[in-house]
């Protein structure tokens, strides 16, 4: 177990990592959710203006 901090820009919450490998990067499915789908709305807009 680790005590790691959310890579979610907003949250950066404290969370305790409990995976076998301890790759977990967000404290919930609810903030790799948010990350995903910051990414997807960045990459349409970029590609939109090309």
């Known amino acids: 177990m680790r005590i790691k901090a959310c890579c979610n820009p907003p949250c950066h919450f404290g969370f305790i990592d409990r995976t076998r490998n301890?790759?977990?990067?967000?404290?919930?499915p609810g903030c790799g959710s948010q990350v995903s789908?910051?990414?997807?709305?960045?990459?349409?807009?970029?590609?939109?203006?090309?």
């Open 22 to 28: 301890r790759a977990a990067r967000y404290c919930s």
């Open 37 to 50: 789908m910051r990414a997807l709305r960045q990459r349409r807009k970029q590609a939109d203006s090309l």
